[in-house]
């Protein structure tokens, strides 16, 4: 913490102090306690002035100890930020999509990563969840215990209606896709979000489109669903992009009431139907002038909401 203090010291570091620090920085941090190294990263995710090897080399730590660096740090660079999210896993890549001052050719690099490798996600608190003995200590009201009792009902509801090939070549999305949807949803920027949501279908810009145009919001809903994205995130998503869907019908929102009413195997098919349309139809010389579009028709959509 010395080190990092007299280095904190430096406004603008010479070439000689840079390449000082980062010779003295690798031993000590290697030496020293797990709290000293999380205060460390943390002090340093502050400083612009972070050599180019000491930022690659925090931003590869484990997670747990990376990540305020991952989400703050203005010493990691596109190509570096690109180079984590394609060496690190999955972790490191949905720390990534957290920071606010992504470039559009991380995002670009994001929204194609794959980690085929990845667990299924929140699969643990899922199956708290659908345990019907399971409620929250904090509950101390009649209406929460009930609330709470009716959300068990509904993940177990989910659970008992999710297909039996959901493991057999089923298309799923990732969660570095899942992030930087949630992302763009939350941001309401409907061109990134149409760009993602192509890449997760593996389909065409048009055909993303086509989806969000829809402003009853049961296509989105439909492909969420298809995807196997989780419950709370397609909720949150429909809400950001057709406000209606966020009004209350009962003990849920109408856009929680959308999703679970929908079949997942059944939605996984109509999925796999606007493809197979979709590969029949695509024109390549349209894709590309859809590719460099701003998306206008779906923005204003959004805007006017």
């Not at 990845?118 to 009201?141: F, H, Y």
């Not at 949803?185 to 760009?195: D, G, I, L, Y």
Request: aromatic content about 6%; glycine content about 4%; proline content about 4%.
């Amino acid at each position: 913490m010395a080190t990092v203090s007299s280095f904190e010291g430096l406004s603008h570091p010479s070439k000689s102090e840079l390449r000082q620090f980062a010779e003295l920085f690798t031993p000590l941090f290697a030496a020293c306690t797990a709290e000293a190294k999380r205060e460390a990263i943390a002090a340093l995710s502050q400083n612009p002035n972070v050599p180019s090897a000491v930022a690659f080399f925090i931003a590869c730590q484990p997670i747990a100890l990376s990540a305020p660096f991952l989400v703050s740090s203005k010493a990691l660079n596109d190509d570096t930020l690109i180079a984590i999210a394609r060496t690190q896993g999955g972790a490191h890549a949905r720390t990534i999509v957290r920071r606010e001052d992504l470039s559009p050719t991380v995002i670009d690099a994001l929204v194609g990563l794959r980690h085929s490798h990845q667990m299924p996600k929140r699969a643990s608190d899922e199956n708290k969840a659908a345990l019907p003995g399971v409620s929250n200590a904090t509950d101390t009201t009649i209406a929460d215990r009930e609330e709470n009792l009716r959300e068990q009902l509904r993940t177990m509801a989910r659970q008992f209606r999710r297909p039996l090939g959901d493991a057999l070549g089923v298309r799923r999305l990732t969660d570095v896709q899942e992030a930087l949807l949630v992302r763009f949803a939350r941001e309401r920027n409907a061109r990134q979000f149409c760009t993602a949501l192509s890449d997760s279908l593996s389909a065409s810009h048009w055909l993303s489109e086509r989806v969000m145009l829809d402003i009853s919001g049961q296509q989105l809903a439909t492909t969420m669903t298809g995807l196997g994205m989780d419950f709370a995130d397609a909720a949150f998503v429909l809400e950001c992009f057709y406000p209606h869907l966020t009004a209350r019908d009962g003990d849920m929102t109408r856009a929680e009431t959308m999703l679970d009413q929908l079949d997942a195997a059944q939605c996984e098919d109509r999925i796999e139907s606007w493809r197979r349309a979709d590969s029949y139809t695509i024109d390549p010389n349209r894709e590309a002038v859809a590719a460099r579009a701003d998306a206008g028709d779906v923005q204003r959509l959004v805007v006017r909401r």
